[in-house]
């Protein structure tokens, strides 16, 4: 896959990859004017895009990561899927996770566009599936004798920092 068509009804320039390396493009806020997002509140950002991917594509759109930690804003699902059969304006739904207010401007860059190729699959349904190593061990093993793993939460500039302190018994 070499070319998607795409709409663009924004004054912005296409997505692009910045790097060699990136795996994500920029989406940017297509806005008449500043918008100010309240701590804790969330809304849908219009990116003025419109795209058609391929059977077997989908477009995923994660947060940027110096705007989540420097201020707080992230995606409110996480990780936003794009069907290949979608085909409205991409908007991106965000949220204010910080304490003080953020204004968001038109033409920033407020989350990335992966293009990943996935498969469907077809349900087989049986009574039984096949053992592992790991069997059905998650979180749970977190407290097993072999790896105990203690939270310390630190207050850190104002902000609650999770770490890890792993020992074994």
């Keep these: 896959m070499d070319h998607v068509r795409i709409i663009n ?12 390396g990136s795996a994500g493009m920029d989406l940017k806020a297509h806005l008449d004017e500043a918008i100010v997002l309240e701590p804790m509140e969330r809304t849908l950002i219009p990116t003025g895009l419109f795209i058609e991917l391929p059977d077997g594509f ?10 989540s930690i420097r201020h707080g804003i992230t995606l409110v699902n ?3 899927t794009i069907d290949s059969d979608y085909r409205g304006e991409i908007k991106v739904p965000v949220i ?3 304490q003080s207010s953020y204004c968001l401007n038109p033409g920033e860059r407020i989350a990335q566009l992966v ?25 749970d093993q ?8 203690k939270i310390v939460v630190m207050k850190y500039g104002g902000t609650s920092v999770a770490t890890e302190e792993s020992r074994e018994k």
């Design 9 to 20: 009804q924004s004054p912005y320039p296409l997505p692009q990859y910045e790097t060699k």
């Design 58 to 67: 989908e477009g995923q759109v994660r947060p940027r990561s110096g705007l």
């Design 78 to 80: 996480a990780v936003g």
């Design 96 to 98: 204010n996770l910080s």
């Design 115 to 139: 293009i990943a190729k996935y498969h469907q699959i077809n349900w087989n349904e049986v009574k039984t599936i096949n053992e592992t190593d790991r069997g059905a061990g998650g979180l």
């Design 142 to 149: 977190l407290e097993s004798k072999e790896n105990m793993m």
